[in-house]
């Protein structure tokens, strides 16, 4: 049940999620805005106009994360900070936001991770087809470049992409994210435009040699047959590979997943030569987000059908399942390592509930506990697992659910932005301390 010494610890928050100041210091308009605003498309109509107001606040932010005693902080650039139309004049404000933030942390002792692509794309160049034009991913390109030259000497970890699969499925195959598209043939293209957007970020950063480590993090849902039919195991297969494999085998292999023609026939038209070479081009490390499973049985056709949990969910309805941390990632190192791993995003929503300037988020601790002594198990079993992010540092903007779903660790009462840590971040302060050890697994 013990960490390595130099584990890292983090806590993670995103862009359009926390910042708010949506229309300062030159900022341009994002899928995320527009999509907020549409009626509809977000629970309550919420948008993150407002946010956690950390654009104002994160002074106040870095100081939490510094009392919580952690090593790390991950958070994403804006795209349309720095680029307000997605391409041409540079915003140097928006640059000059970052800056301020990344100095605040170097001042604390906190090492600065950035995602540059956590779904805020620029809503000018989704004028132009988003993630269906081949183009987008060349602007992606540039933008990092911006980005890597100017604050390339004081980061410690890139992330190109934040979860592919969510900017590719939900924003293009069902609709449920910004720009809210539906097509599910379609989706493939903006999955392999995401793609090829990370490889040229890759080629564009090897080409600055710059000695901070760069990966990509992918949502990983281990999937697990419903029983051992040959019809239910052939069903997780196909899930399996939609989920995961689409994204896991491009980057690590430089193809997509041969044993699935029937998603192949869609992508095969975006894909041009060399783009799977970019794609699988070397990474430093994977970042997995890990949140719940998937039990998988298969339909009247042999498709893949999600059946109901077995166990307690959380506020998003997501099974907790621990374990599934553990096969995962022996899992992904069998398969795809030897590649270093962090957890770049774990935790969970619960109902929390504010009483007496506390919050007793019990669930929130047990979830993060078992998961810790998961994560703990596979380091023992081998695993080459170096980090561990917390989502989130703050109650945020939870995308189609608005402010409903609390991920944080620290309350925020969206009134007043008044910050209060739950008994989780308590708890976590005491664990990173060794004050609190971890229990076995039961
Ligand atoms: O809030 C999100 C985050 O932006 C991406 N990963 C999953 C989290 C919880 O849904």
Known sequence: MRFPDDFLWGVATASYQIEGAFNEDGRGESIWDRFSKTPGKVLHGHTGDVACNHYHLYKEDVALIKDLGVDSYRFSIAWPRILPQGSGSVNQKGLDFYKRLVDELLAN???????????????????????????????????????????????????????????????????????????????????????????????????????????????????????????????????????????????????????????????????????LKLISAPIDFLGINFYSRAIIAADQTGKPQSQPAQYPVTAMGWEVYPQGLYDLLLRVHRDYGPIPLYITENGAAFHDILEQGQVADKERINYLEAHFAQAARAIAAGVPLKGYFLWSLLDNFEWAFGYERRFGIIYVDFETQQRILKDSAKWFKLFKKGVVKLSPIS
């Open 109 to 275: 002792g906190i090492k600065p991770a950035a995602t540059l692509y956590h779904w805020d794309l620029p809503q000018m160049l989704e004028n132009h087809g988003g993630w269906l034009n081949r183009d987008t991913a060349k602007h992606f390109q540039d933008y990092a470049q911006i980005v890597f030259e100017s604050l390339g000497d004081v980061i410690d970890s890139w992330i190109t992409l934040n979860e592919p699969w969510c900017s590719a499925y939900l924003g293009y195959g069902n609709g449920h994210h910004a720009p809210g598209r539906q097509s599910f043939a379609e989706h493939f293209g903006a999955a392999h435009h995401l793609l090829l957007a990370h490889g040229l970020a890759l080629q564009a950063y090897k080409q600055l040699n710059l000695s901070a480590e760069i990966g990509i993090t992918l949502n990983l849902i281990p999937q697990y047959p419903a029983s051992s039919k040959p019809a239910d195991i052939d069903a997780t297969r196909q899930a399996d590979g939609f989920q995961n494999r689409w994204y896991l085998d491009p980057v690590f292999k430089g193809h997509y997943p041969q044993d699935l023609p029937e998603f192949l026939i869609y992508v095969d038209p975006y894909v041009q030569e060399q783009d």
